[in-house]
Nanobody, 113 residues
Framework: QVQFVESGGGLVQPGGSLRLSCAAS????????MAWYRQAPGEQRELVAR???????NYADSVKGRFTISRDNGKNTAYLQMNSLKPEDTAVYYC???????WGQGTQVTVSS
């Protein structure tokens, strides 16, 4: 059964950067599109970025130009590089494949001075 383990979150000041990692178990990582989502308190989970099996990327308008999604199929890992962070980026960040399966625990990102 595929599982996702997110890491790399933390507390950062506005304008700072973080790099999130998503380690996936299983041998079929390379054939699936992967995506990052986030959920702020009291809000619904939203799609932040996705990357196809071939490396094509898409981003939510709110993060376009600031976040970069990537993947390393040899390591079964997806990444989210987040730059120029804003307080409104504060949320728990999750990764999943497309179509979605069971969610991991997520990693907390807090942007505050």
């Amino acid at each position: 059964q595929v599982q996702f383990v997110e890491s790399g979150g933390g507390l950062v000041q506005p304008g700072g950067s973080l790099r999130l990692s998503c380690a996936a178990s299983g041998s079929m990582f390379r054939i699936y599109a992967m995506a990052w989502y986030r959920q702020a308190p009291g809000e619904q989970r939203e799609l932040v970025a996705r990357i196809s099996s071939g490396g094509s990327t898409n981003y939510a308008d709110s993060v376009k130009g600031r976040f970069t999604i990537s993947r390393d199929n040899g390591k079964n890992t997806a990444y989210l590089q987040m730059n120029s962070l804003k307080p409104e980026d504060t949320a728990v960040y999750y990764c999943n494949r497309l179509p979605q399966i069971a969610w991991g625990q997520g990693t907390q990102v807090t942007v505050s001075s």
